[in-house]
């Protein structure tokens, strides 16, 4: 059983950014594909950034695009999604979720383990 815990969520003014963290038990983190959702209320999960291997990455959500970036630092087995220039519209609980597998999925059925999520609030 893997445990993962985000953090780094909050309130941010539009234009700000944040660094949110995905924090794995174990090794996991370190080789499999991880990614990062999100979750506005009324609306589906949606994927947004998947990274496999060291440092390759997909992008689900165009929204996204140029703005957030992810990255994993397997020395203390976390994942980070940094999010610049963020807009209202970002504002959602954000999941992370590990897929055991070395390559990346744009759909929940294709990961393992999950999160409980951190909330992400952009508002003035």
């Known amino acids: 059983q893997v445990q993962l815990v985000e953090s780094g969520g909050g309130l941010v003014q539009p234009g700000g950014s944040l660094r949110l963290s995905c924090k794995g038990s174990?090794?996991?983190?370190?080789?499999?594909?991880v990614g990062w959702f999100r979750q506005s209320p009324g609306k589906e999960r949606e994927a947004i950034l998947c990274i496999f291997g060291l440092t390759r990455s997909t992008v689900y959500a165009d929204s996204v695009k140029d703005r957030f970036t992810i990255s994993r630092d397997k020395d203390i087995n976390t994942v980070f999604l940094q999010m610049n220039r963020l807009k209202p519209e970002d504002t959602a609980m954000y999941y992370c979720?590990?897929?055991?597998?070395?390559?990346?999925?744009?759909?929940?059925?294709?990961?393992?383990?999950w999160g409980q999520g951190t909330q992400v609030t952009v508002s003035s």
């Open positions: 174990g090794s996991a983190l370190k080789y499999y594909s």
């Open positions: 979720a590990l897929r055991m597998e070395f390559d990346c999925s744009g759909i929940d059925s294709g990961y393992n383990y």
